[in-house]
């Protein structure tokens, strides 16, 4: 309470338990002008209605324009209150009538950039056979040990950025059949995933482990087949949403196919046309935000049962001579998904939305260079995509694959 108050350019809080509320009253003199008025429901709002709290109680000849009402950003809404200004024989008043409840935009943004990280996830974990194990075909050993390390940036739609580093060993025992030869194998993997943009941080780090059984014929066709299974510990962090260092853990599993038939043009130049197709479970996420008296809010991440696909086809030659074995390819394939995602629900105080990722798409180019001496064998690919709403910007991978 006040006699006399001159404010100017200033801020209040008011809060209300949409009984009554902070307030600002004033008996004999209130000047200013550029202020603010924020209020912030300490209970939830959306079923209250006809509120005729004061929050000023003012002169009668003040200036109707010296407050300012402001929204209010909470979680993931954005909370605006409803002021009438009334006039009374003596008193100019200031009245909450209610409040009306929106999208925050900004913040529904982020929460879903949270949500899409499980997804992404999975998707760097897609490797075919060639990325996998390198140039496979004229091996004469039984048993062999691999390695492959895989770095890649990408982004979508210019806002969100990520990189990451995948590892694979593995060990397989080859089998010769008449028509064709068999490579059955064990791996296990490593990947570290970073992502952000200038809001929200994540990072995941993932064990796996799997099978693959691969298939060669030799008239040129091959087949692989591969299983996984994929543990997955995040971490979320945002200063924009007012959290820190959120932890969680879920799981994927993978199942995939790829085809192929490799038919040799003369001078030992190749042409290949591939097709591969990925069917995985990524299992659901909870991520508390907040949880306090005045704001609660989390993001829920369901379960979902991705299924992707991608045909192809790279040109290349091998190069033979005394001491080793040379060759380089070049590649194009068309990537998509053929389902669609599970929700993202993004709840707090005021309600909740569910938000669905579109289905994307991207053309993939590479091209990628091997060399056989003896027992070792040695591969590189760089890789790049474009029309997708992610996209890699750049990638290399490199295997090396020991036979004895």
Not at 72 to 101: A, M, N, Q, Y
Not at 114 to 132: C, H, I, P, Q, T
Not at 178 to 194: A, M, P, V
Not at 267 to 295: K, R, V
Request: with cysteine; hydrophobic share 30%.
């Amino acid at each position: 309470k006040f006699n006399k108050l001159d404010i100017f350019k200033s801020s209040f809080i008011l809060n209300t338990n949409l009984k009554s509320s902070d307030n600002i009253i004033v008996r004999d003199q209130l000047k200013g002008n550029d202020n603010k008025i924020f209020v912030k429901p300490l209970i939830e709002p959306n079923s209250v209605e006809n509120l005729n709290i004061p929050l000023i109680i003012a002169p009668k000849n003040t200036d109707s324009n010296l407050f300012n009402i402001c929204p209010l950003s909470s979680g993931f809404h954005t909370v605006t209150p409803l002021v009438d200004v009334r006039e009374s024989d003596k008193t100019k008043d200031w009245l909450l009538k209610g409040f009306s409840i929106s999208e925050n935009n900004s913040n529904t943004k982020q929460g879903k950039v949270v949500g899409d990280n499980s997804l992404r996830a999975f998707s760097v974990e897609l490797n075919n056979m060639y990325k996998r194990m390198g140039e496979l075909r004229n091996n004469t050993e039984n048993f062999g040990a691999w390695a492959r390390i895989m770095n890649s940036h990408g982004s979508e739609n210019s806002e969100f950025k990520d990189k990451y580093t995948h590892l694979q060993l593995g060990v397989d025992i080859k089998s010769n059949h008449r028509d064709y030869d068999k490579y059955t194998g064990l791996f296990i993997s490593h990947t570290n995933l970073n992502g952000s943009n200038s809001m929200v941080n994540s990072d995941t780090k993932s064990y796996g482990v799997g099978f693959y059984s691969s298939v060669l014929f030799n008239n040129g066709a091959y087949f692989d087949i591969i299983g996984k299974y994929v543990h997955h510990k995040n971490s979320y962090s945002s200063g924009f949403l007012s959290f820190d260092d959120k932890k969680n853990s879920n799981y994927s599993l993978y199942s995939g196919i790829e085809v192929g038939h490799r038919s040799y043009l003369k001078d030992d130049y190749y042409i290949e046309p591939q097709a591969e197709l990925t069917y995985g479970y990524i299992s659901s996420q909870s991520i508390t935000l907040w949880n306090n008296p005045n704001q609660t809010g989390s993001i829920i991440k369901e379960s979902s049962a991705p299924l992707v696909g991608r045909v192809g086809v790279i040109a290349g030659k091998q190069i033979s001579n005394e001491k080793f074995d040379f060759g380089f390819h070049l590649g194009s394939s068309y990537q998509m998904d053929l389902r669609n995602d599970s929700n993202t629900i993004l709840k707090d105080s005021y309600g909740k939305f569910k938000y669905k990722r579109e289905k994307d798409e991207r053309l993939i180019f590479n091209a990628g260079l091997n060399m056989v001496n003896n027992n070792i064998r040695f591969g590189v690919e760089a890789e790049k995509s474009i029309l997708g709403n992610y996209n890699i910007d750049h990638s290399i991978n490199a295997n090396f694959r020991y036979s004895f």
